[in-house]
């Protein structure tokens, strides 16, 4: 997925029109932002961090990390989610909508990572053999 097809941006920014396709990529709806406001194409809580990982991190960036290797595991195991999200990609470019107020360690800064790491290690791998 190249990284130029996937932008960042918190809940609380203005929609515009070069955004593409608006995905809220977090489990709980930003609070006060209305669904008008908010301009969401699609709310993809499953590929979202467990409540349990979320709580864990607490938005520490101590626990930075560890938070990427948990939620990459997570996304590992979670094959289908992460497969709808690229097709929404494929379409054209996204936006992944969070909420954090920390614009370098959020959820969604982990997955636009994951998207570009997983692609190449796939590639280089090569086809399985069954």
Do not use: C, Q
């Not at 977090?26 to 301009?39: H, M």
């Not at 094959?79 to 494929?90: D, G, N, S, T």
């Not at 959020?106 to 190449?120: F, H, I």
């Amino acid at each position: 997925m190249a990284r130029a097809k996937i932008k960042l941006k918190r809940a609380y920014e203005p929609p515009a029109a070069g955004d593409g396709v608006r995905i809220l990529v977090d489990r709980l709806w930003p609070r006060g932002v209305s669904k008008d406001a908010a301009a969401i194409d699609l709310w993809l809580k499953e590929i979202a961090p467990s409540t349990k990982l979320r709580k864990w991190f607490g938005h520490d960036p101590r626990k930075w990390p560890r938070f990427r290797e948990r939620y990459f595991a997570e996304l590992d195991a979670n094959l289908a989610a992460v497969e709808e999200l690229r097709k929404a990609i494929r379409r054209g470019p996204v936006t992944l909508v969070y909420s954090a107020k920390d614009e370098e360690h959020n959820d969604a800064v982990v997955l636009r990572e994951y998207l570009g790491s997983r692609k190449k290690t796939a590639r280089a791998r090569g086809p399985r053999s069954g």
